[in-house]
């Protein structure tokens, strides 16, 4: 009992999060059905298929999932086949580099849980599934992962700080009527 206490509930099979998102580089989001979505990190912010800035306001929904997910329970044995199954058919596969060419964590992402409670996740190579969740958060991490890419985008035309802005001109076309 001791040293089960001592282990808690981290093992290398429920290592789904990073410490901090200092540390990752690059997220690639694979999709059985969608295209390949790929954040690069640039600078503070963070690149969209090496071609688009990424909007913070829906990234920190994939910085906060990597970070702060937790288990929420371990599924029943009887259901882990379908789980698995599930994964296999639909899942979203997530890798997550540092500064190398392999990933640090790449885990896969099956259906939300009946409730909603929770989503349905495996680490790569692990055997056994886990209902992961964000504590606070009622509800499933899947949609977090499954947006499509403009989502993802920035949303700004232009963006220049306020004081290198000495004015604004807006010109409308006359109505000729």
Excluded: C
């Amino acid at each position: 009992k001791q040293e089960a206490k001592k282990k808690g509930i981290v093992s290398a099979d429920r290592g789904f999060t990073v410490k901090s998102m200092d540390e990752v580089k690059k997220i690639v989001i694979k999709h059985k059905k969608l295209q390949p979505l790929i954040f690069t990190k640039k600078g503070n912010g963070w690149l969209l298929n090496q071609k688009y800035a990424v909007d913070p306001g829906v990234f920190i929904n994939v910085e906060k999932v990597l970070t702060d997910m937790r288990m929420l329970y371990i599924p029943p044995a009887g259901h882990t086949k379908t789980i698995m199954k599930s994964i296999a058919e639909n899942g979203i596969q997530v890798d997550i580099y540092g500064g190398g060419e392999q990933p640090i964590k790449m885990f896969f992402i099956g259906t939300d849980v009946q409730n909603g409670a929770g989503t349905h996740m495996i680490l790569a190579g692990a055997t056994q599934p886990y209902v992961m969740h964000l504590p606070g958060l009622d509800g499933g991490l899947r949609s977090r992962f499954e947006q499509p890419l403009n989502n993802y985008r920035d949303k700004f035309i232009y963006q220049f700080p306020e004081n290198e802005i000495a004015s604004i001109k807006m010109e409308y076309p006359k109505d000729n009527f």
